[in-house]
């Protein structure tokens, strides 16, 4: 007979309980109790399909999945004593609801194992991540073409290598972070796609003897299929890297553009003022305003990569089918989802919130000679110069101008005839930042017009 303290659920073998830290290392209750509302989903799905396929009966089906409701209430109320005895969620539920509905209870877990349970509620809340990701980035989209659309003219120094490049416009930077956000987007919902197929039914790891109807369990949860192969339902975890992984490469984006915020809210370069909701202050110097929000979307990205590495190493070595290292793969994916949301919805509210400095990015915009390429292609297309030589001769007018300490267009005719005798009062006319990026009218280009027409295509995109 087992022993009063060995486990209610698989304790038949055992004569004794578990060591108290085997119960500690072995419990996932502390955290996979997150799942609980999928964890009842997937149950009474299941239960509904025993019933409509003759393995249990309606009355039993009916009571487990009317108790199930019942849990749930009291875990959603906070009433639930979870155990840790009792290991997980899929326990925890299954135990609670003997006490409430006794003996029909032990019959939900026929035809099924926790190896397909669990990947089938794990699933499901990745699945719910990964659509508020999606709502959560097309939040922050709608914000940056918003900005855009307001900016659209407005002119600001571009920049590789941080030094000053060409002018660009404030709505073709915003709409730069568009397309990255856009991508992530379109990679959250190619990883649902892909995951959307029901690990449930495929039981401990080879399927079952009872004439289960695994289209209707995965029908009944949203599933687009159920899974193809039993070994393969239960181990994998690709969802949950994929999620990771498109996690990771939006952080990254997240990071980028933070890292911009950080530097353009400085007193050195004036870009943006970003609102005091979004701001903190110091404890000790009075004059402070500090991005924080920036600096810590910049610093997500790291725990985020590192759920995704950390996962990655769990599962790089296991056997097929599961193996209870996969119990580590949901610790890393609530923390990475949880920062992921939050920093999505930081950098929309710093977005929505903040006030780019026009005066500023335009007094910028002329800097470092930015217009000097423009000098150049007037050259190519006005004199026929080859590009090369164009080059050639727009340096030494930068070198001229840096000597004395003044922009491009301040050097005057005569300077310029000094080093190419061709060049004509017209030359003025690209020397101007506006001209310059009004003149950048290629498909995807900074001229504003350009950046209109993207605005235009992004709200038709989102609606
Ligand atoms: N708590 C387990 C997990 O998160 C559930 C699956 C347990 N399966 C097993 N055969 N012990 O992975």
Known sequence: MTDKTSNQMWGGRFAAG????????????????????????????????????????????????????????????????????????????????????????????????????????????????????????????????????????????????????????????????VEMFGRDL?????????????????????????????????????????????????????????????????????????????????????????????????????QKKNPDAAELIRAKVGRIFGANTALMMVMKGLPLAYSKDMQEDKEQVFDAADNWMLALAAMEGMVRDMTANRDSLAAAAGSGFSTATDLADWMVRVLKVPFRDAHHVTGALVAMAEARGVDLPDLSLADMKGVHDGITEDIFSVLGVENSVNSRLSYGGTAPAQVRAQVARWKEILG
Not at 40 to 66: C, F, P, Q, W, Y
Not at 248 to 275: G, K, P, Y
């Open 186 to 286: 379109s990679r959250v919902r190619d990883a649902r796609a892909r995951m959307n197929e029901s690990p449930l039914g495929a039981a401990a790891l080879a399927g079952t003897s009872f004439p289960i109807d695994r289209d209707m369990t995965a029908a009944a949860l949203g599933f687009d299929r159920p899974a193809a192969n039993s070994l393969d339902a239960v181990s994998d975890r690709d969802f949950a890297l994929e999620f990771l992984s498109v996690a990771s490469i939006c952080a990254m984006h997240l990071s980028r553009f933070a890292e911009e915020l950080v530097i353009w809210s400085s007193a050195q370069f004036r870009f943006v003022t970003l609102s005091d909701r979004f701001s903190t202050g110091s404890s000790i110097m009075p």
């Open 18 to 177: 578990p060591d108290a830290i085997m119960e500690a290392i072995n419990a996932s209750i502390g955290f996979d109790q997150r799942m609980a509302a999928q964890d009842i989903a997937g149950s009474r799905a299941h239960a509904a399909m025993l019933a409509a396929t003759g393995v249990i009966t309606n009355k039993d089906a009916e009571a487990i999945r009317e108790g199930l409701l019942t849990v749930l209430s009291e875990i959603e109320s906070g009433q639930f004593q979870f155990s840790t005895a009792l290991e997980d969620i899929h326990m925890n539920v299954e135990a609670r609801l003997k006490e409430i509905i006794g003996e029909p209870a032990g019959r939900l877990h026929t035809g099924r194992s926790r190896n397909d349970q669990v990947a089938t509620d794990f699933k499901l809340w990745v699945r719910d991540q990964l659509d508020a990701a999606a709502k959560g980035l097309e939040a922050l989209i709608g914000a940056l073409v918003e900005q855009a659309e307001a900016g659209a003219e407005w002119v600001m120094p571009g920049f590789t290598h941080l030094q000053v490049a060409q002018p660009v416009t404030w709505g073709h930077h915003m709409m730069a972070y």
